[in-house]
């Protein structure tokens, strides 16, 4: 006898994306406390030292001060994406940064690891301080794709299917669109940004070790450079969240895509 599971193997699948999405806005929310907390432990690490070793980096503790204000500016910009994600989800369960009876466990470390380098991943994508990275990465891409499609008149490019995978925070994407031919940062960085450089981040506060000089960790980054917006009215742009591989496994897929 054959029973048809269907119903129920996509109900488990709609609660596992549902579960993953709360917990990766709890990292958003814990972010602040975490940080903090990191930056905390080094000040006391700094108070246990012997006198003589504290005079040799007299200005440490102004330091961290500033990375504490950046902390707060950080959060600032994520605290923003939270609101603009929430409603999408019933968000009783999320961890709310306030919330003293929240079990931090939750989140781990790793979690925390993927959501600092996704604030340094809106430098690459979304800053003028990213563009020469996007232009040795980007740019052959862009360039392909326009001589592999220049016999096509720019007016009947916006048929055409342009996959890309590993998408990031959207911009080859958006790149790709601009050329006529679900995700909490991309999400909100396509569809919210209502100006460019409406947001300062600091994205390099939480790395001691691999910068030339203090100035260079505590630099402020404008995002995004570009108006997301900006995209022709006609072009069929979306993302997918997920593995490649899994999402677009399927015969429907197949010829679709470049």
Known sequence: ???????????EIVEQETKHFRKVLSTFA????HALSANNRRRNDYHSLAERHKTLIPDYLERLNNIDKAISKNYHVLKKIMIDNMEDINSNNLIVEDDKDSKSSQVTEFDM?????????????WSLE??????????????????FYKDIPIEERSSINVLVPGAGL??????IVSLAVKLLSSHFILNRIEKIHQYEIYPFIHSFSNIVSVDDQ????????????????????????????EVYTGDQHIGRFL
Request: aromatic fraction near 8%; hydrophobic fraction near 40%; charge should be neutral.
């Open 218 to 245: 505590l630099k402020p980054i404008h995002i995004p450079d570009v108006l997301p917006s900006n995209i022709p009215r006609d072009a069929n742009f979306s993302m997918v969240a997920g593995d490649f591989v």
């Open 170 to 175: 959207g911009r080859l994407a958006f790149d």
């Open 130 to 147: 990213g563009q020469p990275e996007r232009d040795s990465t980007f740019k052959p891409l862009l360039g392909t794709l326009i001589d």
């Open 30 to 33: 814990l972010y602040k406390k």
């Open 1 to 11: 006898m054959f029973v048809d599971n269907s119903d129920n193997v996509e109900k």
């Open 113 to 125: 690891d993927k959501l600092r380098s996704t604030i340094k991943q809106f430098v690459r994508e």
